[in-house]
């Protein structure tokens, strides 16, 4: 018998021109002392199935059938029985455990209020409690950082306060909403061996929401796979994704990136002869062919930066070094990768790289000419036009205000003023096409377009320039992992095609295997070791760098 | 507004605004009031019978004649007489025109002011951020009819007297919109310092583009939407800080009155029982500077999507 059964549900979002289903009815049971996963892209409704559990569905949204059993007892039947078992018997982790902790209070406060709503205890009693709760979840010195607010956590530690929250009530059914997606990888695993642990430990049954295959592939022992509301397919882990039935769940699986093998491209399957390898692209008749040269595009020399916290003093002592000595080089035509945890100073460099800082320190080579120290807005420009960088998030990366022709025609009307009407049009048509969207985009707002179609536009007005050297600053990272073979697929044939020199920059170990030639290691702004890419994942050199490598999620270690 | 949705009149009818414009009976009643109230400012030569402005139309006979439902009314003067026989309506439609004028023409010129300097100063951010943000700190701590006072003052030591009754209007425009630009600055400048972190505007500087153009072809629509809504509730203030002062005897003169004006003429005859002199125009400024907040108000929740959610 089961812990939690979902039985048929169903979940209707009444918008104003339509009804959203997010969930169609979902199937799902869980036992105690398992671990169910819960994976789907963005938009699948496997939040949606989390927050249905316990009641935290949003207007307009309603459960329109189905019923959630936890033990025997109907959850939706009586609303009184919600607020028993919220937080109760059902504890719940949020994604960011910045903002899921009241800043205000102490995080001891926050124990005591919770172990108090819940059960008849003194305040000596609860704090007694969630000491040792803080001490059971890693915390260390609990007693003395009872009293400390959130703020003076960090991230990782954040997380373990939120999961000791979730767990103060002896609740039996865990549900863990995308809980490592904010955190490095080094903090991510720690937190997920912690999940097991208590799993384990406490007999709880755990529903585990996220959208990353390899922390399905390491901590779940069945696993739901979600697409618009429908769970496809419900099985054993391991037989999932060693063997997937559905074409959904294959094309899931397939476009994870392996850590195990350089592959050439991401196999697609979901989109039919769409995915061709487009091999005579129009903008090539434009581009002023390069030979291929294997000589350094990009120097970077001691290159530091710091920024000063405060305003009165320069160089005072709160400067923090975001980037410290960093040197390295690129080759034309090659991808460098740059791989590193949050603050490791690697959107730095690429900002400096593309001139959008002025580093503090230390200087950036590009084709011989010392970029740093150009003064004249005119020479400027010249480099402006060779070097084009392309953003993380694809949805602040476009001016939501203007038609997608404009986005990407005003770095072609900047650079060649005196282009003519039929020509520009030409050049937009030809670069849409590139980056193989539909002809009638052009004259579409963003609003209109899907993350990776955004990431495309973004890529199309980086094209429009005929850059040499593309900075791609986690190109990927806001996208699903289907739509994120597809863009990566995209940018390696365009590189392939047009000879361009790519400095990709991700926390991603995974990506950045099959998109790079060499990589780069940082660590706290400094370079810990540069090699070729087989090399780097093979006989790591750096410590860190071993540990990096060994604590990324691998969707291969279903095999073992 | 929204460019997106004044492209075409289908996109408009599709979009969230006009949606929840129909759901809104506040909004609706108080646009058709507001666009009732500016029909018949506008075109009131059409619709009165009477110019009040016009001295052959004078009648000292007609004067004090109270509302048309009282016992003493007559059907042709629906409001009344002014102590000098003309219409009431007439006058107070008249006077709002010049309110309005000035109210719109005063809020023009802070906007222009205000965001010109709330956008450089966010976007440029230094010294020159510093020198601006502290100028509306200064600025803020007068209040602002106390500034506009100042301003006639000086205005009026500066132009001689027979070019004051004409220069008056500007003077007042003048007056109104300079106590005013400081809230557009900072509204301004807190939206820019938000958007020109964001990745387009950077995408752009990597391009190439210049300041200028970053500044009023990107940044500038996409702070449009807090700026328009403050704008509307400034109207409604520039509106009635223009009575304020018409009212204290340093706005438009007497021959050519606003509702200020009108009010402050009305005012002498309140105690002798002609209510209706002030009554009016004074009821006519509250209901448009209303009807104006209440469209403002309307426009934040709509426009806000944080209070959307």
């Not at chain 1, 495309?456 to 429009?464: D, E, M, P, V």
């Not at chain 1, 289907?482 to 991700?506: G, H, P, R, V």
């Amino acid at each position: 018998m089961s812990f939690l059964k979902i039985k048929n549900l169903s979940v209707d979002y009444q918008m104003r021109k339509e009804t959203v289903y997010a969930a169609k009815n979902v199937n799902i049971e869980v036992n105690k002392g398992e671990i169910l996963g819960l994976v789907g892209e963005s938009g699948s409704g496997k939040s949606t199935v989390g927050n249905a559990i316990i009641n935290l569905i949003d207007e307009p949204g309603k459960v329109s059938s189905g019923s959630v059993l936890l033990g025997d007892l109907n959850i939706h039947e009586d609303p009184k029985n919600i607020v028993k078992y919220r937080g109760k018997k059902v504890g719940l982790i949020f994604q960011d455990p910045q903002t899921s902790l009241n800043p205000i209070l102490t995080i001891g406060e926050q124990l005591i209020e919770t172990i108090q709503t819940h059960l008849e205890l003194t305040k000596e009693e609860a704090k007694e409690r969630s000491i040792n709760l803080l001490n059971e979840v890693g915390i260390k010195d609990a007693s003395s950082r009872f009293d400390n607010y959130p703020h003076q956590f960090s991230g990782g530690m954040r997380q373990r306060v939120v999961i000791s929250l979730a767990l103060c009530c002896e609740p039996e059914l865990l549900i863990a909403d995308e809980p490592t997606t904010a955190l490095d990888v080094s903090i991510q695993s720690q937190i997920l061996d912690l999940i097991k642990k208590l799993t384990k430990e406490r007999n709880l049954a755990v529903i585990l929401i996220t959208h990353d295959m390899g922390v399905i592939a390491e901590t779940a022992n069945r696993v739901a796979v979600m697409k618009n509301g429908n769970v496809v397919e419900i099985g054993i882990t391991k037989e999932i994704l060693t063997n997937p039935k559905e074409a959904y769940t294959k094309s899931l699986v397939s476009s994870v990136p392996p850590t195990n093998k350089k592959i050439s491209r991401f196999i697609i399957i979901e989109k039919e002869n769409n995915d061709k390898k487009n091999n005579n692209l129009k903008i090539l008749n434009r581009w002023t062919k390069k030979e291929i040269i294997k000589q350094d595009l990009v120097q970077v020399k001691n290159l530091s930066k710091s920024f000063d916290d405060n305003f009165f003093t320069e160089n005072s002592k709160n400067s923090v070094m975001a980037v410290n000595k960093v040197s390295f080089e690129i080759k034309e035509g090659e991808s460098f990768g740059l791989v590193g945890e949050s603050g490791s100073g690697k959107s730095t460099i690429a900002k400096m790289i593309v001139n959008l800082f002025k580093p503090s320190a230390g200087s950036i080579f590009f084709d011989n000419v010392c970029i740093t120290k150009i003064k004249q807005n005119s020479e400027m420009m010249k480099f402006r036009k060779q070097i084009q960088m392309i953003f993380q998030d694809p949805y602040s990366s476009l001016n939501g205000r203007l038609k997608v022709r404009d986005i990407v025609s005003e770095p072609i009307k900047l650079h060649n003023p005196s282009i003519s009407n039929n020509d520009l049009n030409a050049y937009i048509s030809d670069l849409i096409e590139s980056v193989e969207l539909t002809q009638k985009s052009a004259d579409r707002y963003p609003h209109e377009f899907s993350g990776g179609q955004r990431q495309r536009i973004s890529i199309a007005r980086a094209l429009a320039t005929q850059p040499r050297l593309l900075v791609c600053d986690e190109p990927t990272s806001a996208l699903d992992v289907s739509i994120q073979a597809q863009i990566l697929n995209l940018l390696k044939d365009l590189q392939e095609q047009l000879n361009l020199t790519i400095l990709f920059i991700s926390h991603d170990l995974p990506v950045v295997r099959q998109m790079c030639d060499r990589i780069g290691v940082l660590k706290d702004g400094q370079l810990c070791e540069v090699s070729n890419t087989e090399d780097l994942f093979l006989k790591p050199k750096h410590h860190y760098t071993k540990e990096l490598l060994h604590l990324m999620p691998k969707i291969e270690s279903i095999y073992n | 507004m929204d460019n997106n949705t004044l492209t075409t009149w289908s996109r408009i009818k599709d979009s969230d605004i006009y949606f929840s414009y129909k759901k809104s009976p506040t909004a609706i009643i108080s646009s058709l009031i507001l666009l009732i109230i500016f029909f018949c400012s506008f075109f009131v030569e059409l619709i009165t019978p009477y110019n009040p402005f016009d001295p052959s139309s004078l009648s000292l006979m007609e004067a004090f004649t109270p509302p048309s439902w009282t016992d003493d009314g007559l059907s042709k003067f629906i409001l009344g007489t002014d102590g000098q026989g003309r219409d009431m309506l007439s006058t107070i439609l008249y006077g709002s025109r010049i309110s309005l004028i000035v109210g719109f023409s005063a809020i023009i010129f802070s906007l222009i002011l205000g965001v010109g300097l709330g956008l450089t100063a966010g976007y440029f951010g230094g010294k020159y951020e510093m020198f601006v943000m502290r100028l509306t700190d200064v600025q803020l701590t007068v209040p602002s009819i106390l500034m506009a006072l100042l301003v006639d003052g000086i205005a009026r030591g500066l132009i001689s007297r027979e070019m004051h009754d004409e220069m008056a209007i500007y003077v007042l425009i003048f007056a109104i919109g300079i106590s005013e630009w400081p809230q557009f600055a900072r509204v301004s400048r807190a939206a820019t310092l938000v958007e020109k972190n964001k990745d387009y505007v950077s995408a752009s500087t990597i391009i190439g583009v210049s300041n200028l153009v970053i500044m009023f072809k990107h940044i500038l629509p996409n702070i449009l939407r807090p700026i328009l809504v403050i704008g509307t509730i400034g109207l409604a203030l520039a509106i009635i800080a223009e009575s304020t002062l018409s009212f204290l005897g340093v706005g438009v003169p007497p021959t050519t009155p606003s509702l200020g004006t009108l009010i402050r003429l009305g005012n002498d005859f309140l105690f002798s029982g002609e209510w209706w002199i002030t009554f009016f125009p004074a009821i006519f400024l509250v209901i448009l500077a209303f009807s104006i907040n209440l469209l403002g108000d309307w426009m934040r929740d709509t426009l806000n999507p944080k209070l959307n959610k």
